[in-house]
């Protein structure tokens, strides 16, 4: 399945979004530029950049505490402090999301996917290894797999993913793969769009099950990667009620 619907100009109006389809997406983090290949002509949507990947990443880039230099208040600086946090990335594609988390300083993250997506993944850490300093992490994980997702060590203070929503049959598994992954007091941070209405249905019908859900207001994102159909999501777990036997439901 390509999904190609992303692609937009707005030429003239103000916030116009600077997405193309061309081969390379260059994306500049707290200073230091990131060069992403992408194949928009393969079969598969983990070989495109896609768009709600750089608007997580700008948000983030926006509030990091690494980049703040303004003494104005920050609601995210406690979101946004990665000391000592471990990560994943769930759906990673070319990597960007999770390229652009280690230059905020997220230093321990480890970038997943399916199988077919690992050859562009490499492709691009390799291709900006001087740029992060270092080869990041990767793990073969399909959201389905619970050994895979066990032998990433969970649970993680955070987990990202953007752009992840678009088949309904497997919003289950990606949800149960979030609360899997996420520490009881972690944080998922997700870029998202609607990529199908039924599976936008059932993940905010699944996700409100596991999760407290907190829209980041759009006047917060970064002003030059922000469009009206994008958002970025903060996803805690839900605590447990304690009943007054003791015990916990
Ligand atoms: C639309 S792409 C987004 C890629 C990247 N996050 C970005 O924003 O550029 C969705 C990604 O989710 C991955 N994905 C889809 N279903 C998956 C599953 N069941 N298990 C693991 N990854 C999956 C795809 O391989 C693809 O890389």
């Not at 946090?85 to 997220?106: I, Q």
């Not at 605590?239 to 015990?247: D, L, Q, R």
């Amino acid at each position: 399945m390509k999904v190609l619907g992303w692609f937009r100009k707005r030429k003239g109006e103000k916030g116009e979004m600077k997405f193309t389809e061309s081969p390379v997406i260059d994306l500049t983090v707290n200073g230091t530029n990131l060069s992403i290949q992408q194949d928009n002509a393969t079969m598969h949507v983990g070989t495109s950049v896609w768009p709600c990947s750089l608007v997580l990443s700008k948000f983030a880039e926006r509030w990091s505490t690494l980049s703040s230099s303004s003494s104005s208040p920050n609601p995210y600086s406690s979101l946004l402090d990665f000391r000592n946090r471990r990560a994943v990335e769930l759906g990673t594609g070319c990597g960007v999301a999770g390229m652009a988390f280690h230059l905020l300083g997220l230093t321990e993250i480890i970038l997943t996917d399916m199988a077919q997506v690992m050859p562009a993944l490499k492709h691009n850490l390799k291709r900006n290894k001087a740029a992060l300093g270092k080869y990041l992490k990767t793990s073969i994980v399909s959201w389905s797999n619970r050994d895979q997702i066990a032998a990433l060590n969970p649970p993680f203070d955070l987990v990202i993913a953007a752009d992840v929503v678009y088949i309904e049959e497997s919003v289950g598994d990606l949800v149960a793969a979030m609360g899997a992954l996420v520490k009881d007091d972690g944080v998922v941070l997700l870029g998202y769009q609607v990529r199908s209405v039924e599976a936008d249905k059932l993940f905010w019908e699944m996700c409100g099950v596991v999760f407290e859900v907190e829209k980041v207001p759009h006047g917060d994102l970064h002003p030059e990667y922000a469009y009206e159909e994008a958002d970025v999501y903060v996803f805690r777990k839900k605590v447990k009620k304690v009943i007054e036997s003791g015990g916990s439901e």
